[in-house]
C-alpha cells in the first residue's frame, strides 16, 4: 500500500452558531462574524471587528455563521461599519 491509498479522517471543523441559536460542527468555514454581547454580525475582513480583535477584548465573544440569513435568525443585526446598506435598512424597520 503506498501514501496515497490511506484514507485520512482529520477533517478540520468549524463552530458555527446556527439559526437556532445552537452551535454545530461544520467542515465549511463561516463567512460571517458576530459578537454575541452586541448581538451584531459582519463580514470577517471588517475593519471594525479587526480593529477590535487587535485590541484583544471582541474575540471571548466571537462567533461565526456560515451565511446572513442563519445570523438574522439567530437575533444579530447588520455591522453599520461593513454592511451599512443592511445596517441602513435595520435601522429604519426599528421605528
Given amino acids: 500500500m503506498n501514501h496515497h491509498d490511506v484514507t485520512t479522517t482529520n477533517k478540520m471543523t468549524f463552530k458555527l452558531l446556527g439559526g437556532n441559536q445552537t452551535f454545530y460542527e461544520s467542515e465549511t468555514r463561516g463567512l460571517f462574524g458576530g459578537h454575541r454581547k452586541s448581538k451584531i454580525y459582519g463580514r470577517l475582513d471588517c475593519s471594525s471587528a479587526l480593529s477590535a480583535?487587535?485590541?484583544?477584548?471582541?474575540?471571548?465573544?466571537?462567533?461565526?455563521?456560515?451565511?446572513?440569513?442563519?445570523?438574522?435568525?439567530?437575533?444579530?443585526?447588520?455591522?453599520?461599519?461593513?454592511?451599512?446598506?443592511?445596517y441602513m435598512k435595520w435601522k429604519a424597520e426599528q421605528k
Fill in 53 to 86: 480583535i487587535a485590541k484583544g477584548g471582541y474575540v471571548k465573544y466571537r462567533v461565526f455563521f456560515a451565511n446572513e440569513q442563519d445570523a438574522i435568525e439567530a437575533g444579530y443585526r447588520p455591522c453599520g461599519n461593513c454592511l451599512k446598506e443592511d
